[in-house]
C-alpha cells in the first residue's frame, strides 16, 4: 500500500444527449436506433441536475452522428448547449461522445476542461464485435488520443476487458497508451473496465475473473507512468473484494452517479457504504473534479480558475459529509 493511501472518485451525473448511434458495437445495449432517439432537451437536462446538486462533474455520454452526415451539426451543437448549460449550473462538463474532428474538439475543450475516450481494445475477439462501428477502429481511436495529445486536453481513455482478449493483446494495448502518455502527457486516468454481461440482475465478478484483472491492473500499473491514474468503476466489482484491486494498482474510482446507464443492472454502491469498506482496508476516500489536479496547469485560465473553485467548494462538502 502506498504511504498515502488515497483514492479518489468523482461526484457526477450523467446527462445523455442521445442514445442514438450510427456504429452497432456487438455488446451494447445502449444504443437505440438514431430515428428512434429522442434528443435531451435542456428543461429535461436541468432536471435532471437538479435531482444531483453535489455533483460537480456532468458526464455527457452521447451515442454518435456519423461525422459529415445531415445531423452532424446538430448533434455537436448540442453538446455543446449542455456543456455551457452544465457550466451555467456550476458544475464541470466531461463529454464523451465518440470521434470528433479537431475543430470539434478544440471547441468543446473551451467549455470542457477534460473529455473522454475508451481505447476499448485490440485483437481478434473485438473484430466482430466492432465490425459494424466504423468509429470503433483501432486506428481511429489512436488518432483521437493523439489529436486530444496535441490540443493539450486533459484525457480520460482505458480498456474494456474480458471480451475474450488476450494477455499480449491487452499489454500492446496498455504500450500504446504509455507511448501515448510519453509523447503528450494528456492521458491522466486509464479505466479498466471489466465487461459485464447485460441483463435484469448483476452478475457478480468470479474469483477467476477478479485474479485475472488483478495481474492486468498490476501490468498497467508498471507499464504507464505514474502520474497516469487507473481507475475502475466500484459498482463493477464486489465491494468487499475492492481494496484487493486498489493494493494491486487502482487509486480512482470515477465518476459516480445514482446509477450507471451503461450498465444498469449493476448499482452503484452507496458513497457511504464505499466509503466504510475502503476507510476499513486502511485506504481514504477524497473527491475529485473530472480533472484530476496534476492537469489544472493544462487548462486555459478561466477554466482552471472555475475547477479551482468548484474543487474547494468539493472539498469542503466533503469533510462536512455533504457529498
Ligand atoms: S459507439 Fe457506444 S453507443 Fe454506439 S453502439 Fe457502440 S457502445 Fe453503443
Not at 470539434?104 to 470542457?112: I, T, V, Y
Not at 486533459?154 to 504500450?175: K, M
Not at 444498469?264 to 473534479?289: F, N
Request: charged share 20%; hydrophobic share 40%; glycine share 8%.
Amino acid at each position: 500500500m502506498p504511504a498515502e493511501a488515497v483514492v479518489t472518485w468523482s461526484p457526477s451525473v450523467t446527462l445523455v444527449p442521445t442514445r442514438g448511434c450510427f456504429n452497432r458495437c456487438g455488446y451494447c445495449s445502449f444504443r437505440v436506433s438514431p430515428a428512434l432517439a429522442v434528443p435531451l432537451t435542456a428543461e429535461e437536462a436541468l432536471r435532471q441536475l437538479r435531482k444531483r446538486p453535489a455533483a460537480a462533474e456532468v458526464l455527457l455520454l452521447s451515442g454518435e452522428e456519423a461525422p459529415g452526415s445531415a445531423g452532424r451539426a446538430a448533434w455537436f451543437s448540442r453538446l455543446l448547449q449542455l456543456s455551457q448549460l452544465a457550466l451555467d449550473q456550476g458544475r464541470l462538463p466531461h463529454t464523451n461522445a465518440g470521434p470528433l474532428s479537431c475543430q470539434e474538439m478544440a471547441r468543446l475543450g473551451r467549455s470542457n476542461p477534460s473529455m473522454g475516450l475508451m481505447l476499448e481494445g485490440l485483437g481478434p475477439a473485438y473484430e466482430p464485435l466492432h465490425a459494424r462501428a466504423p468509429s470503433k477502429r483501432l486506428e481511429v481511436r489512436l488518432a483521437q488520443l493523439e489529436q486530444a495529445g496535441r490540443l493539450g486536453i486533459p484525457f480520460t481513455t482505458g480498456l474494456l476487458l474480458g471480451v475474450g482478449e488476450s494477455r499480449a493483446e491487452r499489454i500492446r494495448a496498455l504500450e500504446l497508451l504509455r507511448d501515448l502518455q510519453l509523447r503528450w502527457g494528456h492521458l491522466q486516468e486509464v479505466i479498466l473496465q471489466p465487461w459485464r454481461p447485460d441483463g435484469d440482475s448483476a452478475v457478480v465478478l468470479s474469483e477467476s475473473e477478479q485474479g485475472d484483472l488483478l495481474e492486468l491492473i498490476a501490468d498497467a500499473r508498471s507499464l504507464l507512468p505514474q502520474e497516469v491514474h487507473l481507475q475502475t468503476p466500484p459498482n463493477l466489482w464486489p465491494l468487499a473484494s475492492l481494496p484487493s484491486a486498489l493494493a494491486a494498482g487502482i487509486d480512482d474510482l470515477g465518476g459516480i452517479d445514482l446509477e450507471d446507464v451503461i450498465n444498469p443492472a449493476y448499482p452503484q454502491p452507496a458513497i457511504s457504504q464505499l466509503r466504510a469498506v475502503l476507510e476499513a482496508s486502511g485506504w481514504q476516500l477524497k473527491p475529485r473534479t473530472c480533472t484530476h489536479q496534476h492537469w489544472w496547469r493544462r487548462l486555459p485560465p478561466a477554466l482552471r480558475e472555475r475547477v479551482e473553485r468548484i474543487d474547494e467548494t468539493l472539498q469542503q462538502r466533503w469533510t462536512t459529509a455533504a457529498c
